[in-house]
């Protein structure tokens, strides 16, 4: 009879530990068919911007991008950080502008982007702010 008591107490305990929305009947598939929407919102995102990426080097002014500040966003994918990166963006004959772009960066990559590097940038035409490193 104690066992039986035993095993009711962890699964009381077990279920207390659920956040409330995912206890009794499917809550385990609530919780799945959850995590799954927020995966899919992130790949979708990832998605966004690949495409723009693949945009602006097809379409984009190109030019250079000397970095003049880096910060750690405290954001990692895949243990690679996100960084802002301070820019000074010129491109063709146009008068150098100031831009932070975020963008996450390998961790082998790292010393590529210090300040004082000057990068390869693709431009979008209707917003300059808007660019690809790269």
């Known amino acids: 009879m104690g066992l039986f008591k035993d095993m009711r107490a962890l699964r009381k305990q077990a279920e207390s530990l659920q ?3 995912y206890r009794g009947i499917g ?3 609530r919780a799945m068919r ?4 927020r995966a899919n919102e992130m790949l979708g995102a990832i998605g966004e ?3 723009r990426t693949a945009y602006l080097r ?3 002014r190109a030019g250079t991008a000397t970095i003049s500040a880096i910060r750690d966003t405290g954001t990692t994918i895949n243990d690679n950080p996100v960084v802002d990166l301070d820019l000074q ?3 063709g004959e146009d008068a150098p502008y100031a831009t932070t772009h975020r963008q996450m960066i390998s961790r082998l990559a790292i010393p590529s982007f210090q300040p004082g590097a000057t990068l390869p940038v693709h431009v979008d035409p209707a917003n300059p702010c808007s660019l690809t490193v790269g």
């Open 34 to 37: 959850d995590g799954m929407a």
């Open 19 to 21: 956040p409330p929305e």
């Open 58 to 60: 097809a379409n984009g």
């Open 49 to 51: 911007d690949a495409a």
């Open 27 to 29: 809550g385990g598939m």
């Open 89 to 91: 963006v010129t491109v």
